[in-house]
Structure formats: structure tokens, C-alpha cells
T-cell receptor, first 114, second 111 residues
Framework: KAGVTQTPRYLIKTRGQQVTLSCSPI?????VSWYQQTPGQGLQFLFE???????NKGNFPGRFSGRQFSNSRSEMNVSTLELGDSALYLCASSLGPKTEGEQYFGPGTRLTVT | QKEVEQDPGPLSVPEGAIVSLNCTYSNSAFQYFMWYRQYSRKGPELLMY????GNKEDGRFTAQVDKSSKYISLFIRDSQPSDSATYLCAMSLIYGNKLVFGAGTILRVKS
């Protein structure tokens, strides 16, 4: 069974640009969550989608947005990039409500903002 | 004060040692408790998952949850160099999907 896949794996962007990251969940998983991992703040929850609807949102500015498609694939977008957005962005999938405790993570997309 | 506290280490032990990793938390509403292992440049890998209080064993790994003390532990028996990684505790509210992570403990097992 294939795991969670994320593309691209590495990305370098310039301050002020925008970026879109993609996540394909494990087959059969319908819930997708996004996390930001930095050395200073650790792993922080961004948002979670289920059935194309955002169910939960973390404490991040509106520059961070996401969406989920009917096949459960998800994208997240960061607009007007800042240097502090440099991080490993992780996607995690799970079956859905009532089984949400078990999340499986992808390898992440490492974003560098210069 | 962070919602989940975890000593970042690093923790260095000889091969074969018993390793104890711990987290404390402040939100008594947390019901799901997890331990993830993360190797360098990889995503976190789920090791153990516990609902509410109690113990759970899986091979060399044992997870313990003490909700009265708001304290969770992961024990690794007969540690191996391949166990060298960052260990992250995580927890969530019942029926919630938002995981709250500890800072992660760097473990080094020396051969």
C-alpha cells in the first residue's frame, strides 16, 4: 500500500512570491491535515480537510490556505512568502472522523524562502 | 507555557540500554496519545497510539499514559543504533484531528 506522497520535495522561492504544495493521501483515507515544522516552533497544525471541507484550522495568518479535491488529494498555498515561512511542510492522512487519532505522515516538502 | 512539554535532549545511551522518553501536558481534555519517530529528512512515523490512560506494548516499545498526572512515557527496551532518531509525542482531543506535538527528543544510541 503506497504511503502519503508530497510534491515537490524541495522548493526555493523568493520573498513575496506564492507557492502551492500538493499532497496525495493513502488510498482510502479521506482526511488530510497539514503541519509546519521549524526548528524553533516544532510541529504546528495548519489545517485539516475532510470531504473537501476545512474542519479545523490552526493559528496561522490568512496567507496560508488549502483545499481538498473530490479524490481526497489536497493542496496548500502560501501567498506573499516571508523568510519565516521557510520550513518543512508535512501532510498527514487518516481515514476520517472517529479514527482520527492515527495519522500517517508524508516525507514533507522543504520550502526555503530567500 | 507550551501545551505539551518535551525535553529536546539530546539523550545519548549505549546499545542495549532501556530508554525512557517523557512528555507532560496541560490540557486535561486530551484523549488520544501518540508517539512518532522521525529520522533526519523524513516525515514522522507513527510508533504507538493509545486512547486514554493505560499501557500499551508493541515489541520493544511500551507506551504509558497517566492522565491523572498529565504525563506520558515511551520506553524502548534493548535499544539499537537504528533507534537513533527524534521522538515526538503528540496528543489530540476526543474526535478531534488537530495533533498537538511536543518539541521532540533527539535520541542517540551508541554501538
Amino acid at each position: 500500500k503506497a504511503g502519503v506522497t508530497q510534491t515537490p520535495r524541495y522548493l526555493i522561492k523568493t520573498r513575496g512570491q506564492q507557492v502551492t504544495l500538493s499532497c496525495s493521501p493513502i488510498s482510502g483515507h479521506r482526511s488530510v491535515s497539514w503541519y509546519q515544522q521549524t526548528p524553533g516552533q516544532g510541529l504546528q497544525f495548519l489545517f485539516e480537510y475532510f470531504s473537501e471541507t476545512q474542519r479545523n484550522k490552526g493559528n496561522f495568518p490568512g496567507r496560508f490556505s488549502g483545499r481538498q479535491f473530490s479524490n481526497s488529494r489536497s493542496e496548500m498555498n502560501v501567498s506573499t512568502l516571508e523568510l519565516g515561512d521557510s520550513a518543512l511542510y508535512l501532510c498527514a492522512s487518516s481515514l476520517g472522523p472517529k479514527t482520527e487519532g492515527e495519522q500517517y505522515f508524508g516525507p514533507g516538502t522543504r520550502l526555503t524562502v530567500t | 507555557q507550551k501545551e505539551v512539554e518535551q525535553d529536546p535532549g539530546p539523550l545519548s545511551v549505549p546499545e542495549g540500554a532501556i530508554v525512557s522518553l517523557n512528555c507532560t501536558y496541560s490540557n486535561s481534555a486530551f484523549q488520544y496519545f501518540m508517539w512518532y519517530r522521525q529520522y533526519s529528512r523524513k516525515g514522522p512515523e507513527l510508533l504507538m497510539y493509545t486512547y486514554s490512560s493505560g499501557n500499551k506494548e508493541d515489541g520493544r516499545f511500551t507506551a504509558q499514559v497517566d492522565k491523572s498526572s498529565k504525563y506520558i512515557s515511551l520506553f524502548i527496551r534493548d535499544s539499537q543504533p537504528s533507534d537513533s532518531a527524534t521522538y515526538l509525542c503528540a496528543m489530540s482531543l476526543i474526535y478531534g484531528n488537530k495533533l498537538v506535538f511536543g518539541a521532540g527528543t533527539i535520541l542517540r544510541v551508541k554501538s
